[in-house]
């Protein structure tokens, strides 16, 4: 260790530059520490630059400015059941959950809000009420006494609800203004430690091979991606078939490598922020360019390999993505591993120009993974051919024999379902979410059409039309980025396997096991990433110098 040529030498190094990464620089910084960034790319902001890019903070100051009260304990017992409904026990002082994984929730509830004041405070970031106000995706359970007012929004220049873009943005300017060195194409491949197992640096890979050495006098933070383009992680430690996602194509895992190479401790490797994707755009590249948040319109479903509805369709997309993953004992298979978007036309004029159609091509657009029919039979025969030309790329996943009946039938069942106003099968429309997003976000209707407007009991079901054209799109499980790693404690240290935190190490957002790991609400990736991201960085600055030796 004594022998390392350092390239350079700062208080705390932090390592991404995406919302985790920049919450920690920017705090450490702001508490007078040196800071140097790191970033694999070839640009700053990671995923979050893809994202919706607003957190979920619960007791935010725009609840507390209205006069909402956020209790704390009402918030926690809805957090406990909500990411670990296995163990909930209201009964329970700490509702079910051990003490290691209920602290940690009780960080999230006491930093959130405390970070989101900060970034404002020092200029970092200015934060709105996300507009508009709409519900957690646990959407109905009595323990969510909140509803709605935990998102916030990064602003835009216009002081309105912003995106990731802002928010990245914002935080990039300020890094920028205070000085900050951020070394893009550095790719971290080592933590370096000293003899006491302390970390006092990383080494970093550029793209030509060369080798730098950059010393952390007090501490290493992690702030970096996921594993979602690691194809050997995907493989073995997601719940099933996983083609891709939103994330950016760097997110390939190094820190699970580089944590279990200074004895980390590894969790939560099976989960993700899950979200569907377009089978075709992901079997091309695995970084897509989007997810599908809701899929688009009332005159459209989600069937199997059998031509059967398996989901309601409204609900949101973590939950929805995975019933790709239901495995059949007895069939043995994978029955939802692909499920087939079928809409209609009026679906196309009337939904197509809405602000999130995507996958759906706008009017008067095409897209070569869209398929097509002049009528059910039509498109059904062009869907089994479709699979067919797939086949060497999707494994044994087919269509089965009598999904051209049976499409028909669901249709029929769903047109009757859309007439009556009630979904039988799957409750769609049935709760605000649904609702909600249908009506305020994904769909707007355009009024220039031909078509009628939904005027129908239920606005998220309308009955298909009675002649074609028709569609459909193949849609996969995907994520916009898993969410294990190493696993930290309330302080974002990165524990060892005997639970013991490793001197000078820290982690937040999707490289770590995540804190609150199951998509309550919008905003809980990013709400994860700058409220851990913040305390990793008060307690890097915090840090006494470690020697090299």
């Not at 520490?33 to 725009?62: A, D, H, R, Y």
């Not at 930290?488 to 190490?505: C, F, Q, S, V, Y």
Request: charged share 20%; net charge negative.
């Amino acid at each position: 260790m004594e022998n390392i040529k350092w390239d350079s030498e700062v208080d705390v190094i932090v390592v991404g530059t995406g919302a985790a990464g920049s919450a920690a620089a920017s705090v450490a910084f702001s508490k007078g520490s040196s800071v140097l960034m790191l970033e694999k790319g070839k640009m700053v902001g990671g995923t979050t630059m893809k994202s919706g890019g607003q957190p979920w903070i619960p007791n935010n100051v725009f609840l507390r400015n209205q006069g909402t009260v956020d209790d704390r304990q009402d918030c926690l017992k809805f957090m406990a059941r909500g990411n670990y409904p296995q163990l909930y026990d209201p009964t329970n002082p700490h509702f079910g959950l051990m003490d290691q994984e209920y602290s940690l929730l009780e960080a999230y509830y006491d930093n959130g809000y405390k970070a989101i004041d900060y970034f404002m405070k020092i200029g970092a970031c200015q934060f709105v009420l996300s507009q508009p106000v709409l519900p957690d995706y646990v959407d109905h359970v009595p323990e969510n006494k909140v509803l709605r007012g935990r998102l916030v929004a990064p602003a835009n220049p216009q002081g309105m609800t912003g995106f990731g873009i802002d928010l990245i943005k914002q935080f990039s300017k300020w890094i920028k203004d205070h000085g900050i060195p951020v070394l893009l194409n550095h790719r971290a491949r080592r933590i370096l430690l000293n003899d006491r197992r302390e970390a006092v640096g990383v080494s970093a890979e550029l793209p030509d091979g060369t080798v730098k050495n950059f010393r952390a006098k007090k501490a290493v933070v992690f702030g970096c991606g996921g594993f979602t383009h690691n194809r050997d992680l995907i493989l073995h430690f997601q719940k099933g078939p996983t083609f891709g996602g939103c994330a950016v194509i760097t997110n390939t895992g190094d820190l699970v490598y580089m944590g279990q190479a200074v004895g980390a401790q590894l969790s939560n490797m099976n989960c993700a922020w899950n979200a569907e994707i377009p089978l075709e755009p992901a079997l091309e590249l695995s970084s897509t360019p989007d997810d599908i948040w809701q899929p688009l319109g009332d005159s459209m479903i989600l069937v199997n390999k059998y031509g059967k509805r398996v989901v309601n369709e409204k609900r949101n997309y973590n939950d929805r993505t995975k019933v790709h993953f239901y495995w059949d004992p007895v069939e043995q298979e994978y029955p939802n591993q692909i499920l087939c978007m079928i809409y209609d036309q009026r679906t196309v004029d009337v939904y197509g120009d809405s602000p999130e159609p995507y996958p759906v091509p706008p009017p008067g657009t095409k897209e070569n993974y869209v398929i097509e029919g002049k009528d059910w039979d039509d498109l059904s025969r062009n869907i089994r051919q479709r699979v067919a030309e797939l086949a060497p790329r999707i494994g044994s996943w087919r269509l089965a024999e009598g999904f051209e009946e049976n499409l028909k039938q669901t249709v029929l069942r769903f047109n009757q379902f859309a007439n009556r106003g009630i979904d039988e099968d799957f409750q769609r429309g049935g709760f605000p979410y649904d609702v909600e997003w249908h009506t305020q976000i994904f769909s707007i209707p355009s009024k220039d059409t031909k078509w009628p407007e939904n005027d129908r009991p239920n606005p998220t079901m309308y009955p298909f039309t009675a002649s074609g054209p028709y569609y459909c799109i193949l849609i996969a499980g995907g994520t916009l980025d898993t969410n294990g790693g190493p696993r930290i404690d309330p302080g974002a240290h990165i524990l060892d396997t005997e639970n013991r935190p490793i001197p000078g190490l820290y982690g937040a957002g999707n490289c770590i096991a995540a804190p609150m790991p199951n998509y309550i609400a919008g905003g809980a990736t990013l709400g994860n990433a700058l409220t851990f991201g913040y305390v990793a960085g008060l307690n890097a600055a915090e840090e006494k110098v470690k020697e090299i030796a």
